[in-house]
């Protein structure tokens, strides 16, 4: 059986622990043009955001973020989640302050900071070791594919070996990483990049369905027929398939993606999320295969 984030944080911090989405107010290299200004194929308009609290002021933020979650969490604490777009993607002051306002309340108990991989200059990686001194600190990195190839086709805007960098100069310095990998990208093979993440050293992993939303590059593929969907059957036998490989020090942060429903082109059957995490649920329970 797998780690699963729920007794990770348990095991680590004592009680049951929720992070609160934040937005930073960033962009991205891949769509201000520093790299490209179309961004990767499947990313909405939000930046992976839209289940990030939004406004001004962090502290803000952060209160709006625990009233959605209040019922859910009695008697727990938090990790502050800066999740939208490429959140080291800025001078290092701005990054500075808020990721300082960020841990300063007492019930906030680590930070997580989802960004790319060519985003970690070594400045940026010295906050962040300064910061886990403080409290726990977690780098996200967008991996999605190993596969170079597929990479181009998405409009990723860096190489694989880039990441592999990252990974080994943010362990150098102290700190956890989960990587985000997708299932379902026209030609690739999600088991190779996950056993690519393993042996880099990824502390953790987060599986994502690829979900084809509207006013996206890949919506326009995906009409083309140039992308097919993935069923739930496909997608459970794929994500076994790639959890059976990790070790079990590594922790599973996500079994899949929710895709906003307004939004949601295909697959449809993602969109019942209670349904989907208990089929998966049960699937992955299963012995791995000899296969």
């Known amino acids: ?154 409009n990723r805007g860096y190489p694989t070996e880039v990441y592999a960098d990252a990974v080994t100069r943010l362990k150098q310095a102290g700190l956890e990483v989960i990587t985000h990998i997708i299932i379902g990208l026209p030609g690739d093979d999600p088991i190779a990049t996950t056993r690519f993440a393993v042996e880099c050293g990824t502390d953790g992993v987060k599986f994502h369905l690829l979900h084809i939303l509207k006013n996206t590059r890949l919506a326009e593929e995906y009409e083309a027929g140039r992308v097919k969907a993935l069923t739930l059957t496909e997608y459970a036998e794929l994500l076994k398939r790639c959890i059976d490989l990790l070790p079990g020090h590594i922790v599973v942060h996500r079994i899949t993606g929710d895709g906003a429903k307004k939004d949601l082109i295909a697959p449809l059957w993602s969109a019942d999320k209670k349904k989907t995490l208990n089929y998966l649920t049960a699937i992955l329970q299963k012995p791995p295969s000899m296969t």
């Open 1 to 154: 059986m797998y780690k699963t984030a729920n007794a990770y944080y348990k095991e680590k911090f004592g009680c049951k622990i929720y992070k609160l989405s934040l937005d930073g107010g960033f962009t991205c290299p891949n769509r201000d043009g520093s790299i490209s200004a179309e961004g990767c194929i499947f990313c909405s308009a939000l930046g992976s955001g839209e289940f990030a609290a939004h406004g001004t002021d962090i502290r803000m933020q952060l209160e709006m973020a625990k009233k959605r979650v209040e019922k859910k969490i009695n008697g727990g604490k938090y990790i502050a989640y800066f999740q939208s777009f490429t959140n080291t993607y800025a001078p290092i002051d701005r990054l500075k302050a808020l990721f300082y306002e960020a841990i300063e309340p007492d019930d906030i108990v680590g930070l997580n900071i989802a960004t790319r991989p060519d985003c970690l200059p070594e400045n940026v990686i010295a906050l962040l070791k300064e910061l886990n001194a403080i409290k726990p600190v977690t780098v996200e990195l967008g991996l999605q594919t190993a596969d170079d190839r597929v990479a181009k086709y998405i």
